[in-house]
């Protein structure tokens, strides 16, 4: 009898462990597939940026008090210590770095110098002063592209110019809805962050306009900024102007920007 009722045992334990390999064969083999996470590099095409849940208006996520409009006179650091953003990277007496992942150096760069030269634009109707080593490519007829030499962070800054003819029922909040769809589209692909600021008005060749500042992180890091400016000019046509610009620099290329908004005018 203790021989039977062990073997009973035996056999019951068997029967369990046989169970349990069944269903953990089950559980892994019912078409479940292990999760890898894939780091997307900077060569990668058209990657989707992930939008926070906030929304696409990050004006919220800048410095507290921050005015888009501070930065057209290109004095976006006052002399003090900051990031790219404008925010203090020092707390306290003591130096400590608060934003080390977007700060190379602790300070700001050194400001750039731009020598400029006139360019007429026979088909737009439009002449403006641009950095003079700046190349450009006019071979789309409704844009002109004009890109910096000097690589800084990895990244040539551009001004691209484009005029389009719109209907004449086109107004000011068809401009501004216009604006925030170019902005959300320029950061829809290869950023692992993209922030614009609110839509601000500023004219543009005397023209009803809009214009949004941003800041994007691309996947290998290298930070951007630039502005989206648009503007209704001579009635049917929409002249848009992109800036993009490597991001510890951008006070210098605001500078620039202004400059070119300044002596932006019409050939007749």
Known sequence: MAKASTWKKRSFAMLMLASVLLLCACSGGGGGTDIVTAVPTQNSALIPTAVPSGGTDYMSDLPEGYDPAS??????????????MGRSVYAGATPIPLDPVDKPTATPRPELTFNYREYTSAAFGIR???PYDWTVDDTASDKLVFTDP??????NATLTITVKTVAS???????KADLQSEVAALGQYNYTQWKPTTAEKRTLLGGEGYYVNYRGVLYDGTIVR???HMAIINGNRRIEVVLNCPGWFNSSYITMFTHFRNTLAYTE
């Open 150 to 155: 000097n690589t800084l962070d990895n990244v």
């Open 169 to 175: 029922t086109y107004k000011g909040e068809d401009l």
């Open 71 to 84: 930065e057209e006179n290109g004095a976006e650091y006052d002399g003090g210590d900051y990031d790219e």
């Open 226 to 228: 630039g502005r989206v």
């Open 128 to 130: 403006f002063e641009i």
